[in-house]
């Protein structure tokens, strides 16, 4: 199959910086495109879940919680506290989805991978394609949320143009560390795990309160979640409350980011050329 063409072009234009230069790892991410062309309709679920909390909590409990301190201090709406980390948590939900089940099915169950390695692929290439692809579902849900949020005035700097950005860097984020854990899993069983990683994090990342009303101990443990970076830097961007400790939350994202792919690469090519 070297030098076989896999058909026109299906990724955005401008999106090869993504792949790190390899065009091998393309065609993974052209493989995935076309496969949820025809099931486009599982993609709009894990945008609507972030849009049901936020008109549920972000709206309707709005009326009932005061004005809480932005990331400086400043004091803004409930709402405004809270959309920017549910614009976080779509970015996560979209590449831990497609980061863990469904490489997981494609790894154990399809074989996939093997028939890819018959190609001049390796699995770096495979790790690579699959974190992009999965960052690419995740920043589809991020954008229609943003655009939401847009649509409701909780965009309230011109700052909010880099959110969407950064939520790439969360999905790349996420993306990384849920290909390597999938590489860990052994049963569907394991995906019990997932759960219990993703849903502590989304209830206790300061996504519904500010990080000072946890107590002194758990502030620490709160601070270890890569959500509670997600939605400090993405909550920054929204508000225009931008300041130098921001930017540390964005390193901490492509740190983790980095790594998941790191390892990810290392135990693909461990699973499928021993």
């Known amino acids: 199959m070297r030098g076989a063409r896999l058909g026109p072009r299906v990724l955005p234009p401008g999106s090869a910086w993504l792949l790190g230069g390899s065009g091998r790892a393309r065609h993974m991410v052209e493989r995935n495109a076309r496969v949820y062309r025809r099931g486009w309709l599982v993609l709009i679920s894990g945008f609507l879940e972030p849009v049901f909390y936020l008109l549920s909590l972000g709206v309707g409990l709005a009326r009932l919680v005061g004005p809480l301190p932005g990331p400086t201090g400043v004091l803004i709406s409930y709402t405004s506290f809270v959309a920017p980390a549910m614009l976080a948590s779509s970015a996560m939900n979209g590449a831990v989805y497609d980061a863990t089940f469904n490489i997981f099915f494609k790894l154990k169950f399809a074989r996939v991978y093997d028939s890819v390695l018959a190609t001049p692929m390796t699995p770096a290439d495979v790790a690579t394609g699959e974190v992009v692809w999965a960052l690419l579902r995740g920043a589809g849900y991020s954008a229609a949320f943003l655009l939401v949020m847009t649509v409701m005035g909780l965009v309230g700097s011109w700052w909010g143009l880099l959110a969407l950005p950064a939520a790439l860097l969360v999905g790349f984020c996420f993306a990384g560390l849920g290909v390597a854990a999938t590489t860990f899993m052994r049963s569907w069983q394991d995906f019990e795990l997932v759960t219990l990683a993703t849903l502590p994090m989304f209830l206790f990342s300061a996504t519904f ?66």
């Open 209 to 274: 309160y500010p990080l000072d009303s946890y107590p002194e101990p758990a502030r620490t443990l709160v601070q270890l979640s890569p959500l509670y970076h997600a939605a400090a830097l993405v909550r920054a961007l929204t508000t225009g409350e931008v300041a130098a400790s921001v930017w540390p939350h964005a390193a901490v994202l492509a740190g983790l980011g980095m790594a998941g792919l790191a390892v990810a690469g290392r135990r693909l090519e461990r699973l499928l050329l021993s």
